[in-house]
């Protein structure tokens, strides 16, 4: 937990979210400026900065990561969606902890913008 970080304080319950899953490891919750129809963030409990901060150490959290996001994307009846994890703020990483962006329900483009 970070004192200073938004998802850790939505993790604690002091900050509000839409909650759509949760287990022991892991958070999804819908982002609050949605950019598809389903727009979810997934995101570990434990406090990792970026894709680029995770170690060997969260191997198997990584795992659950994305396994979390298929089951997301299944409940929201999505066979086809992006995830996308901003890695800097040159890329548009707003909020430094780890998250997958599950976005679906609309047609998109490649390469993204
Ligand atoms: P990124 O720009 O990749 O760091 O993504 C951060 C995401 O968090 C953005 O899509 C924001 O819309 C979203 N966001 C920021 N604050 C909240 C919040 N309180 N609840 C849900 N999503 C949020």
Not at 46 to 64: C, F, Q, Y
Request: aromatic letters at 6%; hydrophobic letters at 40%.
């Amino acid at each position: 937990m970070a004192n200073d970080c938004l998802f850790c304080k939505i993790i604690a319950g002091t900050i509000p979210c839409n909650k759509v899953y949760e287990d022991d490891e892991v958070l999804a919750f819908r982002d609050i400026a949605p950019q598809a129809p389903t727009h979810v963030l997934v995101i570990p409990k434990k406090h990792i900065t970026g894709p680029a901060a995770v170690t060997e150490e969260d191997d198997s959290l990584m795992g659950r990561l994305l396994r979390a996001a298929r089951q997301v994307a299944d409940r929201e009846g999505l066979s086809d969606y992006r995830l996308v994890c901003n890695n800097g703020a040159g890329v548009g990483q707003s909020v430094f902890h780890l998250h997958l962006h599950i976005l679906g329900g609309r047609p998109m483009g490649w390469p993204p913008g």
